[in-house]
């Protein structure tokens, strides 16, 4: 049996027989292929998922209602950015308590909470365009809704809004990741590399840097350029590359002691490609561990933020703006508001610190 001696070969082998590593990597694939075809999963496929029943507001998980449908005659063709993006949904949803055919349209008893009756409102068949007849509207545009995870305090439906906002969370890990390893490996192997007057001044900047607590930096930096989606994503990768410059710095000064740098050197090879593909590739292991606690970290920055009202603005769905928008519900009889986007959060966010556990396991040859 043909056995694998590559190093990326072992790691592979010991991350697969972590078994919250794999089970926490399959769950990350089923939220990442959640946030691509949110639309598509979501009950609500309209932009943002905000079509919103206000009286139907705050109801329970498997909350049931009737639906009377009443569509716009300009309607927005499907595209496929519609698939991804969501749609522009013009139609009037009213949640009824019951209806009656009428001669020339239908009666409506509008859905209420209290022991009193509802309004009674009346619609004409030439709203309903594709009803030929009265009777046929029960069967084309009146249908029962059932919100799984029940309705937040607008009577949105608070599934679909859970399914978009996984964007927000695994979107701003992404790039503030990306950002933070871009500025801090340049920063760090340049620094571990050159050493002298070049590393101290750049060890200034990461000294000061360090200095200032993560959360007031990114708030600075979130209002230095405004509110919005992409501010935060900048904002929180700016505050992250700390860290992986230092991890950067000290593995650069380990390895460019060994033997085949001098040999680069001797061969008259250019700094840059010494850099870039003798000692960064020797250098990453520990990078990578820190990308895991560094994503989860970003996690919970972009929900802080959300949750004081720098995130990602309204209407646009978030898990920590979902928590804000309810968290006085917790003493109001009605906690599952926002313990289950705290969950959400919790969830995603253990899942990432676990496949950093996984990983460091696996690239630790001292753990053969």
């Known amino acids: 049996m043909k056995t694998a001696t590559s190093l990326n070969s ?13 089970f926490s990597f399959s769950f990350l694939v089923l939220c990442v292929f959640v946030a ?3 639309y598509a999963l979501a009950p609500d496929n309209s932009k943002n998922a905000n079509q919103m ?16 449908t009443i569509p716009a005659f300009a309607k927005e063709r499907k595209s496929l950015s519609g698939f991804f993006f969501g749609i522009k949904n013009a139609d009037t949803e009213l949640p009824i308590a019951g209806y009656q055919l009428q001669k020339e349209g239908v009666q409506i008893v509008a859905y209420t909470t209290d022991e ?13 365009p594709k009803a030929r007849t009265v009777d046929d509207i029960p069967r084309l545009y009146v249908s029962e809704k059932k919100f799984i995870l029940g309705t937040d305090k607008y009577g949105r439906d608070l599934l679909s809004r859970m399914l978009i906002g996984i964007r927000i969370s695994l979107a701003i890990g992404f790039v503030a990741v990306f950002i933070s390893l871009v500025i801090g490996i340049s920063l760090g192997a340049i620094a571990g590399y050159f050493g002298g007057k070049v590393d101290a001044a750049i060890m200034w900047v990461i000294n000061v840097t360090w200095s200032i ?21 900048v904002a929180v990768g700016l505050t992250m590359w700390v860290e992986v410059a230092r991890v950067v710095r000290g593995q650069v000064m ?13 061969l008259g090879f250019t700094d840059w490609r010494i850099i870039t593909k003798h000692i960064l590739p020797n250098a990453m292991a520990p990078v990578i561990i820190i990308s895991a606690a560094n994503f989860a970290g970003a996690i919970l920055i972009e929900s802080g933020l959300s949750f004081l009202g720098i995130g990602a603005q309204p209407p646009t769905p978030s898990w920590g703006g979902i928590i804000k928008d309810h968290y006085a519900y917790i003493i109001l009889g009605k906690p ?4 289950i986007p705290g969950l959400a959060i919790m969830s995603l966010v253990t899942a990432f610190m676990l496949i950093g556990n996984a990983l460091r396991d696996a690239l630790d040859v001292r753990n053969d």
């Open 254 to 266: 380990s390895v460019k002691q060994m033997q085949f740098v001098t040999a680069a050197r001797a």
């Open 10 to 22: 072992i790691a592979l082998q010991k991350f697969k027989r972590n078994f919250w590593g794999v």
């Open 116 to 128: 009193i009756d509802g309004l009674k409102r009346e619609f004409a068949l030439a709203l309903f």
């Open 336 to 339: 599952y508001l926002a313990v």
């Open 213 to 233: 607590p993560t959360l007031l930096l990114v708030i600075a930096i979130t209002l230095a350029l405004g509110k919005g989606f992409w501010q935060v994503f």
């Open 36 to 38: 691509v075809f949110a």
């Open 53 to 68: 029943h206000l009286s139907i507001h705050s109801k329970s998980p498997g909350f049931k209602t009737k639906m009377l």
